[in-house]
């Protein structure tokens, strides 16, 4: 899976914690996620700056700015973890596993290992094969 159709997947899914996610949907909106988290919180810093200036009218202009923009990510955070259920579900795990990331150190090593490696081939208790029994190329 590319790119943009990882992440139009991911967004279109946001709130479906049912099915499965390969490796490359899970990464590639991981990566989108972290751009655009970054972008984000960069831009209302140096609006913040500008804004500051403005007086009382600019704290209004901001103040909404700064909603929008946390209603969003809070609509990327909820993505991801959807994402994150369904990349679980595709190495025949449950969702609940996610709560091992809250064991320090050792949690998030096995999350990211488990992230890393394929998925059950062939169909599971979550749904069919994402890929269908093909090989998967992340990066071409």
């Not at 590639?28 to 403005?54: D, E, H, K, R, Y």
């Not at 946390?70 to 369904?86: C, E, M, Q």
Request: net charge positive; with cysteine.
């Amino acid at each position: 899976m590319e790119f943009m159709p990882a992440v139009k997947k991911c967004m279109r899914d946001w709130i479906t914690f049912s099915g499965r996610a390969p490796r490359s949907e899970y990464w590639w909106f991981t990566l989108f996620n972290v751009i655009v988290s970054f972008v984000a919180q960069l831009g209302l810093v140096a609006l913040g700056a500008v804004l500051s200036q403005a007086g009382g009218f600019g704290s209004i202009i901001m103040a909404v700015i700064s909603i929008a923009a946390l209603v969003f990510l809070v609509f990327l955070a909820i993505a991801g973890i959807s994402a994150v259920v369904r990349r679980l579900h595709d190495k025949d795990k449950s969702g609940w596993w996610y709560w091992i990331a809250l064991v320090p150190i050792v949690g998030v090593i096995l999350l990211l290992v488990w992230f890393c490696q394929r998925g059950t081939v062939g169909p599971n208790r979550f749904g069919e094969d994402p890929l269908g029994g093909v090989s998967e190329q992340v990066f071409e």
